[in-house]
């Protein structure tokens, strides 16, 4: 005869059972799907790209697609532009540097571009300063960053002094430099002014000036040759500075050419949507997780297209569902930095 207890346990094991069985099928299933997305990352990304760049396209159009459409196809593109700057300009500044929590903003570009901005409104006052032409405020931007960058990498990245550590350290100097005289002008200038140099101070995603995204464009198709080109320099590089040149690799003018081109799509990033500060680390460390390996052929294109889903699915939900309850890059930042400080925490364990 059996006790009460072993019946009370007999009774319940199939719905037990039921439970364990269909816990397990639901692990299969994320456990399959996540082998299917590492299997074949850029095809699943491509995929993914064009669903958000449809439903950003036509979500709640209700009609007016003659107008809706070049508005918001413009939008997109300037997304996708400033994903490709971003994205690819952290991966290639972590290929440098060898390090995978480093981003080029390290080098002082964000502050440069505020410090520039509220010299404008200090000079000409927020209501010229508003009435600038685009194309000369934006040509100003560029030159003036890319300028500075020049300037510095030739100054402490000379054939005689290759040391891309002192580089950064002097790059985070003057980024403090420039974020103290942005702060000092703030206290000159009257609070009608610094309302405008803080709204210039942030990334605008929803506010991208049309007549600046060809010049974009144009920008990063002709650095997107050079990359391309250097793409296997890129993985010998990854091996380390000194088996790099054992291999033949024209170190000095290598590093000086991927610079150049860092310096310049961060400048055209910055200057079409303004500062972003952890948007490139956020992509690159998906990137990473997601490549079936480390090779320049495939992560390029990967950061690419991640960077892309993360703006264009990103703006539909805040533009569209949220009804601009809320501001994209703030949230960017605030996933950039928890990777941050994850990607930290992991490599002071290590």
């Known amino acids: 005869m059996r006790s009460p207890s072993a019946s009370t346990t007999t009774d319940t094991d199939p719905h037990t059972h039921t439970?364990?069985?269909?816990?397990?099928?639901?692990?299969?299933?994320?456990?399959?799907?996540?082998?299917?997305?590492t299997q074949h990352p850029k095809s699943i990304a491509s995929i993914i790209l064009l669903i958000s760049a449809i439903l950003f396209l036509t979500v709640n159009v209700h009609g007016h697609w003659d107008f809706a459409l070049p508005?918001?196809?413009?939008k997109l593109l300037a997304l996708m532009v400033v994903g490709y700057a971003i994205g690819v300009s952290t991966l290639l500044f972590q290929t440098l540097t060898h390090n995978p929590i480093l981003t080029p903003s390290l080098?002082?570009?964000?502050?440069?571009?505020?410090?520039?901005q509220s010299l404008l409104v200090f000079f000409l006052g927020s209501i010229s300063y508003t009435s600038i032409n685009p194309i000369t405020k934006f040509g100003l931007e560029i030159v003036l960053m890319f300028g500075a960058s020049l300037l510095l990498f030739r100054l402490l990245f000379s054939k005689s002094s290759q040391d891309l550590t002192r580089l950064i350290l002097v790059g985070v100097i003057f980024g403090v430099l420039f974020r103290s005289l942005s702060a000092l002008i703030a206290r000159l200038i009257n609070p009608?002014?610094?309302?405008?140099?803080?709204?210039?101070?942030?990334?605008?995603?929803?506010?991208?000036?049309?007549?600046?995204?060809?010049?974009?464009?144009?920008?990063?198709a002709i650095s997107a040759v050079f990359i391309w080109r250097w793409r296997y320099q890129c993985d010998v590089l990854m091996l380390g500075k000194d088996q790099a040149i054992n291999l033949g690799i024209n170190y000095q003018r290598l590093a000086f050419g991927l610079l150049t081109v860092i310096a310049i799509l961060v400048a055209t990033a910055t200057a079409l949507v303004g500062p972003v500060t952890f948007f490139g680390?956020?992509?690159?460390?998906?990137?990473?997780?997601?490549?079936?390996?480390?090779?320049h052929s495939e992560r390029l294109i990967l950061v690419s297209l991640v960077a892309?889903?993360?703006?264009?699915?990103g703006q539909t939900v805040f533009e569209q569902v949220l009804g601009m309850a809320g501001v994209l890059s703030v949230v960017i930042e605030l996933a950039g930095g928890l990777v941050f400080l994850v990607l930290i925490f992991m490599t002071h364990r290590r």
């Open 19 to 37: 439970e364990s069985s269909e816990h397990g099928k639901l692990l299969g299933f994320w456990a399959r799907l996540w082998e299917t997305i």
């Open 71 to 74: 508005l918001r196809g413009k």
């Open 107 to 116: 080098l002082g570009f964000d502050s440069l571009y505020v410090l520039l």
């Open 192 to 220: 009608d002014d610094f309302v405008v140099v803080q709204s210039a101070s942030y990334a605008q995603f929803n506010t991208v000036n049309p007549d600046l995204l060809s010049i974009s464009i144009i920008v990063c």
């Open 281 to 295: 680390l956020l992509v690159c460390a998906l990137t990473n997780r997601l490549a079936r390996n480390m090779a």
């Open 308 to 313: 892309m889903i993360c703006l264009v699915l």
